[in-house]
């Protein structure tokens, strides 16, 4: 159901990282997602308050 791209996304994911366990693939997601969600809490500081690096 998902898109190629997902499925590709996916299989390139786990031939670079070769999860063996939930605990594995957990660790994966929050080496991929971290800066992610990093980056766009940043943003949205800087959006709202006006604020650069300074900030935080």
Same mark, same amino acid.
Not at 35 to 38: I, L, R
Not at 45 to 48: A, D, K
């Given at each position: #159901?998902?898109s190629?791209?997902?499925?590709? &996304?996916?299989?390139?994911i786990?031939e670079?990282?070769?999860p063996?366990s939930?605990q594995? #693939?957990?660790n994966?997601l929050?080496?991929? &997602?971290d800066?992610?969600?990093?980056v766009?809490l940043k943003?949205e500081?800087?959006?709202?308050l006006?604020?650069?690096s300074?900030?935080?």
């Open positions: #159901m998902g190629y791209y997902g499925k590709e &996304f996916a299989t390139r786990i670079q990282y070769q063996e939930i594995d #693939m957990q994966v929050k080496d991929i &997602f800066p992610m969600f990093e766009m943003e500081m800087n959006h709202h006006g604020c650069k300074v900030c935080y």
